[in-house]
């Protein structure tokens, strides 16, 4: 159990640019979520996937965000046409259906200048 | 109004001293409730974990949620310097979509 991995740990980007990033869950968990947080704030729920399927999205989530999570392993989560209003730390969590315990993984600092 | 306040803080006590942390919120409709730690540049990590109104404690911390008057508490006995860190109170209708406080930024000097 080598724990929730999201890559890359930092990103910067110019305005306008397209930018992913990659969570890789804890192995056999089979709910994965997306949190964002800003600083000084807690984590604000961005969109949740079980299995493949993307159950719920918050209205945090504008037309720019995108999440998959193809074959119900890995996500990714893709922010197009930047802002700046979009630099944040993006979480990813996972559980099992069984096991209330959201882990986290370190997360992904995008900074868009 | 947000759903969940919590304190900024920062707090800070000295090695061994009792830390107190609280949350209130305003959905009644929330019945799970957790505490997490989360340290500068990493994810939040959970602390505690509860569903219903009462205390539960785990080695130095204890939680308390009182449902009636929609306050929970996280006590942090014997403080250590590794305790530093911020604390997120976190709760939910279902066990899945969590709606977070602010967080509680500790210090504990050694």
């Known amino acids: 159990d080598t724990g929730v991995s999201q890559n890359p740990r930092h990103k910067i980007t110019k305005r306008g640019q397209n930018v992913t990033f990659r969570c890789d869950p804890i192995?056999?968990?089979?709910?994965l979520y997306w949190y964002r947080q800003t600083l000084g704030q807690g984590p604000e729920f961005l969109t949740y996937?079980?299995?493949?399927?993307?159950?719920?999205k918050s209205r945090l989530l504008s037309d720019r965000f995108s999440a998959e999570r193809p074959k119900g392993s890995f996500s990714t989560l893709e922010i197009q046409r930047t802002e700046q209003g979009d630099s944040a730390m993006y979480l990813c969590?996972?559980?099992?259906?069984?096991?209330?315990?959201?882990?986290f993984g370190s997360g992904t600092q995008l900074s868009v200048l | 109004q947000k759903e969940v306040e919590q304190d900024p803080g920062p707090l800070s006590v000295p090695e061994g001293a009792i830390v107190s942390l609280n949350c209130t919120y305003s959905?009644?409709?929330?019945?799970?409730f957790m505490w997490y730690r989360q340290y500068s540049r990493k994810g939040p990590e959970l602390l505690m974990y509860?569903?219903?109104?009462g205390n539960k404690e785990d080695g130095r911390f204890t939680a308390q949620v009182d449902k009636s008057s929609k306050y929970i508490s996280l006590f942090i006995r014997d403080s250590q310097p590794s305790d530093s860190a911020t604390y997120l109170c976190?709760?939910?209708?279902?066990?899945?979509?969590?709606?977070f406080g602010a967080g509680t930024t500790v210090t504990v000097r050694a």
């Open positions: 192995s056999e968990h089979n709910r």
């Open positions: 969590a996972s559980t099992d259906a069984t096991n209330e315990k959201l882990f």
């Open positions: 509860t569903y219903s109104s």
């Open positions: 976190a709760m939910s209708v279902d066990d899945y979509k969590l709606s």
């Open positions: 996937f079980q299995n493949e399927a993307q159950l719920e």
């Open positions: 959905n009644s409709a929330f019945q799970y």
